[in-house]
């Protein structure tokens, strides 16, 4: 089965969800982000998506200190992203707790640098972000849309050792309306070797299952957690069977 992996996106230090990646649309869930990350490593879940929404509009890491406390209290897996835009950036991230990071806007804007983390860390610890609006990778949270076609993007880096790949489709992002299968079964097809990491529109366990039968390996689920639409109980039993 699709592996779950709770996501946290951060805003002033608070659990937020957008639309959309649209910033006027954020809805406050927790205040408190490691009792958040505890209750899902309660449930089964090794691995947690955190997401520095500060950072990502300041081009610059601004959620550390919070990564920090999260990494303190949790043995999870933590993939790490957001303003992620330097190799000091990367630095803070990794010292901070961060098992991965994921690097967008850099991928598009500076490949040097993102493929210089790719040589230094190894591809076990950086992830592509590779998150698009009608096709084309888009950049700076998600507010800019680059020239990039996705999978020629995807398939750039692919060349150059990367592994994992999120790939966020944002016209269903936060938007409970299912995610995009059939951009999920084009980057599979031209890629089949890749650890793909699905994105947006998760609105419940029916979602989880037709990523599964296109054989996504996992896929982060925000909203969907935080309305109860996914029960905790639920992803303790779907990623108990993917173990």
């Keep these: 089965m699709t592996t779950i992996i709770p996501a946290i996106d951060i805003i002033d230090g608070k659990c937020v969800r957008l639309t959309k990646g649209d910033y006027e649309s954020s809805r406050v869930y927790a205040d408190d982000r490691v009792d958040m990350a505890l209750r899902n490593r309660d449930c089964g879940c090794s691995r947690l998506h955190v997401v520095d929404l ?18 303190s209290s949790t043995d999870m897996i933590i993939d790490f992203g957001g303003g992620i835009k330097s ?5 803070i991230a990794f010292e901070s707790g961060a098992s991965m990071i994921t690097g967008g806007s850099i991928a598009v804007k500076d490949p040097a640098i993102f493929t210089g983390w790719l040589n230094r860390y190894g591809n076990e610890h950086i992830i592509l972000g590779a998150d698009a609006r009608n096709g084309k990778i888009a950049t700076v949270g998600w507010l800019d849309e680059s020239e990039h076609d996705i999978v020629p993007f995807i398939g750039s880096y692919v060349e150059k050792g990367i592994r994992y790949v999120i790939s966020t489709d944002i016209n269903v992002d936060g938007t409970l309306n299912g995610p995009s299968i059939e951009l999920y079964k084009n980057i599979l097809t031209a890629f089949p070797d890749i650890y793909l990491i699905a994105s947006g529109g998760v609105s419940g366990i029916t979602d989880i299952k037709r990523l599964d039968t296109i054989s ?3 896929v982060i689920v925000g909203k969907a957690i935080y309305e109860g639409r996914i029960s905790l109980s639920d992803i303790s039993r779907i990623n108990l069977s993917s173990c």
């Design 87 to 91: 190799d000091e950036d990367a630095k």
């Design 54 to 71: 500060d950072g990502a509009r300041s081009q610059h890491i601004v959620n550390y200190r919070t990564l920090e406390r999260i990494a």
């Design 216 to 218: 996504v390996p996992a």
